[in-house]
């Protein structure tokens, strides 16, 4: 079984390496300090097992599994206790919150070993509460480059099937999520869901027009016409005191 670390605190890498030392059967492939340079590893490497830390600067844990196409397991080892404990306890291999000892971290070894590897973790990032980066900003892969949006950037979101548009002054760029996630992600203050098909930027709208019977369309500054639904109409009047 082949792994890769990926912590920013050399500490931390060096006690999990330390603790690996009794398992001859996992070859330690890569070990990296950001997000960047696991995209990377985990792209070439395509390894077995991922130890991966939550806050990390640049992209953290959660964004990274967003951006890479990979089947491994993975246990998640982070200093904070916040982030979901008990949804990752029954859903991913395992959750490691540091310091951790090395018993615990045996436990988690055995949960890989007797574990299929190729269990899909895109199911549980959907349910999790967001970090407080995810919040402010969009992580995208943007060819083979990966690419930080802040969502004041923004100027709306558009259901592309299975993936969702990120509309930008620059253009837009796709992400495997949902509408639901990003509804629930983005401040209520600075975005709303004006249509089953769209969430808006409340910043750049300008107007709400009446184009047909019941049927709004909300003009932002840039020029562009979105369309809002009954449901959507009534949460702009709120959100926008009107």
Avoid at 133 to 161: C, F, M, S, W
């Amino acid at each position: 079984m082949n792994c890769i670390i990926i912590d920013d605190e050399p500490l931390a890498r060096s006690i999990i390496k330390e603790y690996l030392q009794h398992y001859p059967s996992i070859h330690l492939q890569a070990e990296c300090g950001d997000g960047f340079e696991a995209a990377k590893q985990i792209q070439q490497y395509q390894p077995d097992l991922l130890f991966l830390d939550i806050q990390m600067p640049k992209i953290t844990g959660f964004e990274l599994l967003e951006l890479v196409e990979t089947n491994a397991a993975i246990i998640f080892t982070t200093a904070f206790e916040e982030y979901a404990i008990k949804a990752f306890e029954q859903n991913a291999i395992d959750y490691l919150l540091k310091p951790f000892s090395r018993e615990r971290f045996d436990k988690a070894i055995q949960k890989v070993l007797s574990h299929n590897a190729n269990t899909n973790t895109s199911i549980l990032l959907e349910t999790l509460a967001p970090t407080p980066q995810e919040t402010n900003r969009i992580v995208v892969k943007d060819g083979t480059k990966i690419k930080i949006i802040p969502v004041t950037q923004v100027h709306y979101l558009e259901a592309a099937d299975d993936y969702v548009k990120i509309v930008t002054k620059e253009g837009y760029y796709l992400k495997k999520k949902t509408m639901q996630y990003f509804e629930q992600t983005l401040s209520q203050q600075q975005f709303a869901r004006i249509h089953r098909s769209y969430i808006v930027n409340l910043q750049l709208i300008t107007k709400i027009e009446l184009y047909e019977k019941e049927n709004y369309a909300a003009i932002l500054n840039t020029g562009q016409q979105l369309p809002v639904s009954k449901t959507g109409y009534t949460r702009l009047k709120t959100v926008l005191g009107i």
